[in-house]
């Protein structure tokens, strides 16, 4: 039984949806009493990974989708970083790609030290992509890769980075958790990992303010508009599905949160459509008075995890309307709260739209918020965590590699 470790909880940065959940992690695990984390990003190293071994932008081709690709160069290790890390008895990685490369990873693994990812995304279950969407190949090997820009970087390094992958998750002493079944299942069916070694642990997140979730129904939907152009995101489709809800005599104001490409505004001013535009907000207890006065979320996302923003606006009674077939859909179900297109068609989702805006039971809404405060409240995730970490090996016998070390 592992009790009383030090864990150090790894992302590339405090910021962003994987750094925010990473650093939510750290405080659960400190919560939790049991355990003590550090958290470890790039700032607190002082170093990322040479641009030559990872280079910091995305090397995808948009052929398939505009998805972030991190290409890494294997082979790549530091003595002093594998030293450092091997001090710690559980290793929590995020989303730590330019913090530690994944020959490093394979070393500690290989070494018997224990280390469970935190998948935010699939991009420790690829070759480097960070979502799949329609791709052939995953789970294949990422052997003929259709969403890699050939120009810059040669599809042979993706294929020895997904070997390598699976290499580290070949170990018994290596596990991953996701906040959505939807991810977990992924990456078993892709058969990067055993069923046994993976596993569902939901996002920390405590709510800033605490507010009567009876409060009057006063039709306002919040969009999240971060980006226009990200096929995943899918905003140009949520942008319709607001003008054509105007369209239809529904009366409702909108607060656009992010930066918001004028262009997106502009769409909203043409179509008629009663909005507030917020801006980029970096300070929370901001988004939190927005979110205590909302009360639907658009969510249009193609492909996602088990969002950040969906936690949160949950926390405060924001009844989120998604569409099928991901992690925003099993959302819905686990809380039964909210609303899923049955296609992303406008049609669909904007009678999605209309249901939502008609529901007006504090009663529900009352038992989802409840609900979803309880399933992430750090002490929870601190408990949940801790029967993963205890059915984990805690020898620090050097693991033989099948074929050599890399």
């Known amino acids: 039984m592992m009790s009383g470790k030090r864990i150090a909880v790894l992302s590339s940065a405090g910021g962003g949806g994987g750094g925010i959940a990473a650093k939510r992690m750290a405080n659960a695990i400190d919560a939790g009493g049991r355990h003590r984390s550090e958290f470890i990003d790039i700032k607190s190293i002082g170093e990322a990974l040479p641009q030559s071994v990872s280079p910091q932008k995305s090397l995808t081709n948009n052929i398939i989708s505009d998805t972030h690709f991190t290409v890494e160069y294997p082979g790549f290790q530091r003595g002093w970083i594998i030293e450092l890390l091997s001090n710690y008895d559980l290793i929590n990685i995020h989303w730590a790609s330019y913090l530690l490369s994944m020959s490093e990873i394979l070393e500690l693994a290989q070494k018997g030290k224990p280390i469970l990812f935190m998948l935010h995304d699939f991009y420790y279950t690829t070759g480097g992509c960070h979502y799949p969407a329609t791709c052939d190949q995953f789970g294949l090997g990422c052997h003929d890769c259709p969403q890699l820009d050939t120009s810059q970087c040669s599809p042979r390094v993706i294929q020895e980075n997904y070997k390598l992958k699976k290499k580290i998750f070949s170990l018994p002493n290596v596990k991953i958790a996701a906040p959505s079944a939807f991810l977990r299942d992924a990456a078993v069916e892709s058969g990067i990992i055993s069923a046994d070694r993976a596993h569902v642990l939901r996002n920390a997140y405590v709510p800033t303010k605490i507010f009567d979730v009876k409060k009057p129904f006063k039709r306002r939907i919040l969009l999240i508009a971060d980006s226009l152009n990200e096929r995943r995101k899918h905003m140009q489709f949520a942008l319709k599905v607001l003008a054509a809800l105007h369209e239809?005599?529904?009366?409702?104001?909108?607060?656009?949160?992010?930066t918001a490409a004028p262009e997106l505004l502009e769409y909203l001013r043409q179509h008629g459509v009663n909005h507030t535009f917020h801006g980029r907000i970096t300070e929370h207890s901001r988004l939190v008075d927005i979110m205590s006065q909302a009360d639907i979320l658009l969510s249009a996302s193609l492909e996602d995890n088990w969002p950040n923003i969906l936690v949160e606006a949950g926390s405060y009674g924001v009844m989120p309307v998604v569409g099928p077939g991901h992690g925003c859909a099993e959302f819905v179900k686990t809380f039964d709260f909210g609303e899923i297109a049955a296609s992303y068609e406008v049609p669909s989702f904007v009678n999605a739209m209309i249901k939502a805006l008609s529901q007006k039971s504090t009663e529900k809404r009352a038992k989802a918020v409840s609900a979803i405060r309880q399933m992430h409240d750090p002490k929870k995730?601190?408990?949940?965590?801790?029967?993963?970490?205890?059915?984990?090996?805690?020898?620090?016998?050097?693991?033989?590699?099948?074929?050599?070390?890399?």
């Open 248 to 258: 239809v005599g529904e009366e409702f104001v909108v607060d656009v949160v992010g």
């Open 381 to 406: 995730i601190a408990g949940d965590l801790n029967k993963i970490l205890d059915k984990m090996p805690e020898n620090t016998k050097e693991l033989a590699a099948p074929n050599g070390r890399i």
